[in-house]
């Protein structure tokens, strides 16, 4: 067999390739937790992060996740969105993929760092000087254009590297 789960020609097959999905959306939801952390625990004084607590308290809580989406470049010192972050996370990616046995585990972990990697590419590609405010925030220093994108392209080849484990 070529790879190590089973094509969906059977029952288990099926289950595993829609764990694998839903896992991979879970991971996607998960990265934003950071913002909620932001909210309530980083930065609660920020005008954003009032703003936000106020409507979840009056249970507006799509006016909440609206605000946060319209305006999540306000957002800049996440916990989960930066580099230092990326860097540490692949190591635990490597282990979740080598060593889960069911595909939602490591739709999890895949779909957590596909979230993160957009982000860091769509930002490399539309608006480069902003990767300084959110992902190198943790560096003392300014990092360069080409250390940006040499950043980033590790990080993408890691990631892939590791995707191809999945087969």
Excluded: C
Aim: net charge positive.
């Amino acid at each position: 067999m070529l790879l190590r789960w089973e094509w969906p020609g059977s029952v288990r097959g099926m289950f595993d390739l829609v764990g694998l999905w839903v896992g991979g959306a879970i991971g996607m939801a998960l990265l934003g937790l950071d913002r909620v952390i932001h909210v309530y625990a980083t930065r609660p004084h920020e005008q954003l992060s009032q703003q936000v607590s106020s409507l979840v308290g009056q249970r507006k809580l799509r006016e909440a996740l609206q605000t946060l989406l319209l305006r999540r470049g306000e957002q800049y010192h996440l916990a989960f969105r930066n580099g230092v972050f990326a860097l540490v996370f692949i190591p635990v990616l490597f282990f979740a993929i080598t060593s889960t046995s069911g595909l939602f585990g490591k739709g999890i972990a895949l779909g957590l760092m596909v979230h993160l990697v957009y982000d860091i590419w769509r930002d490399q590609l539309t608006r480069p000087q902003h990767l300084n405010s959110w992902l190198f925030w943790m560096v003392s220093r300014e990092v360069s254009p080409e250390e940006q994108r040499t950043f980033v392209w590790i990080l993408t080849g890691g990631f892939g590297l590791l995707n191809l484990l999945l087969l």
